[in-house]
């Protein structure tokens, strides 16, 4: 069954690591920072290095088949934003907080933290549940009524580089957040040097 899931499931995987991973180093260290909450980039970065694998062995595989059984126990298909918000928020919260803590972050910040990323976590998910699914299209794998027109009407080939093209984006996003990161804590050191 576990492999059978992640099987059927690694291009949610994919598109969601593609997804969460620079908006959480965003979150993590630049939104975070104007809160006064901010984690260190190592922080950051030793999370992004727990979540990884955690995502593609089946973190989002085992929560997109939670959301599904959700959808149905509930019976809110025709609610799939409110939904996904409020699962975002619950599952951003307890996920955000054990990884921080897990990197050694003290509990009160991981608490603050987790809060800031729960609220984030409850306007992102239906945007990953939706992007996963237009993804899902764009690499062949399934069909879905929420991609829209104009790329579903597209070829099979420009839809693959639709999708390559974002995981590509996503992964170059990252690491340029943890460099403005580091500029801007270099910027305010020496502001507060003078």
Known sequence: MYTDTVKSRMPESVFGASFLTPVSAALETIVAGVADLDLSNTTSIKARALYLPFY???GIAFGMEAREKSL???NAHGHQWLHDSILGAAAGFAL???IYYASGEPLNKCVAVAG???????????????GAEIFKECIGYDESERTPLWIRDTGYETKRYLAMGLV?????????IYYA???HKAVQATEHAR
Do not use: E, H, R
């Not at 800031?116 to 939706?130: C, E, F, R």
């Not at 590509?168 to 340029?176: E, G, K, N, Q």
């Open 116 to 130: 800031l990323v729960s609220g984030v976590g409850a306007i992102a998910a239906p945007a990953l549940t939706k």
């Open 168 to 176: 590509a984006l996503t992964m170059a996003f990252t690491p340029l």
């Open 56 to 58: 593609l062995l089946g």
């Open 72 to 74: 149905k126990m509930f």
């Open 96 to 98: 955000k907080f054990g």
């Open 181 to 183: 990161n580091s500029s």
